[in-house]
């Protein structure tokens, strides 16, 4: 019987993320697996969690929410759940997640970040039309982000909403500034406008995509939350963008050697 462990992706699901810049991985994390991080996603958030967030702000909320409602939307976001939990610290060497996102971008993977984003009950906060690549700039496509699901994702909890084929247009100009997170103009990209696909998941399943794919999700109207977890890896060639390439950039290698390009060799003083 195949385990989560020793899980391998299909060419198919492999040409869908290289033509379709997405593909969902079902059950890639065990029900036993799934039970030990959302107990363990719990307890970070009991313990650390202290703010009553809305989620992202911006003026993009006057085009995704009613009138009135655009302060009433909750949130939870906690980065590097690892910091807290030596089961979250596992998941970055997780075998079935390991062995997938290299073959999706090559032997030698670094780790970039582990978000939280979690949905709560009835008025979990919407996420307008946007490319996680603003957020996160780098110097190559090779980045993929997976989205691991603690909770069964439906379509009324606000699941991930994807425009297929849309991250071969490469980096966008998003909406910027102090005021906001990065979002697409409304005028250009917006479901009233944009064909979006709804991907439902399962606990257990991971949504697979580029930050180059121009993705979305509505309010969690269920009533039931809606956790997942965001995990970045990258070809650990890449380096971000204006960072200087004589200067070290260094985080956790999960698979294969990372080389060395401009930066001084290492010495011991």
């Known amino acids: 019987m195949t385990t989560s462990r020793d899980f391998q992706l299909s060419p198919t699901q492999i040409d869908q993320y290289h033509s379709d810049g997405y593909f969902k991985a079902e059950g890639l994390f065990d029900s036993d697996e799934v039970k030990e991080l959302g107990y363990e996603m719990n307890g970070i958030i009991d313990e650390w969690w202290g703010e009553d967030s809305i989620g992202w702000r911006g003026p993009w909320r006057d085009h995704y929410l009613p009138e009135g409602q655009q302060q009433e939307t909750r949130a939870v976001f906690l980065s590097n759940p690892q910091y807290y939990s030596a089961a979250w610290g596992r998941v970055l060497f997780h075998q079935g997640l390991n062995d997938s996102v290299r073959a999706l971008i090559g032997s030698a993977v670094q780790w970039h970040h582990s978000v939280l984003h979690a949905k709560p009950p009835e008025r979990g906060t919407p996420f307008p039309m946007h490319q996680d690549y603003p957020f996160y700039p780098h110097d190559g496509p090779h980045f993929v982000d997976c989205l691991v699901h603690l909770d069964d994702a439906p379509l009324e909890s606000g699941c991930l909403r ?21 979002y697409l103009p409304p005028d250009l990209y917006h479901p009233s406008i944009t064909e979006s696909l709804p991907v439902p998941a399962k606990a257990g399943d991971v949504i697979f995509f580029s930050y180059y794919l121009i993705h979305w999700s509505e309010q969690n109207q269920s009533d039931s939350w809606r956790r997942s977890v965001r995990i970045g890896f990258h070809s650990a060639d890449m380096r971000p963008v204006d960072h200087d390439p004589t200067t070290p950039y260094h985080k956790f290698m999960i698979d294969g050697l990372k080389k060395r390009g401009e930066e001084a060799k290492l010495t011991y003083k």
């Not at 425009?163 to 990065?182: A, F, M, N, V, Y």
Request: glycine share 14%; net charge negative.
């Open 162 to 182: 994807v425009i297929p084929g849309s991250h071969k247009q490469g980096p966008l100009e998003h909406i910027e500034g102090e005021h906001t997170r990065p």
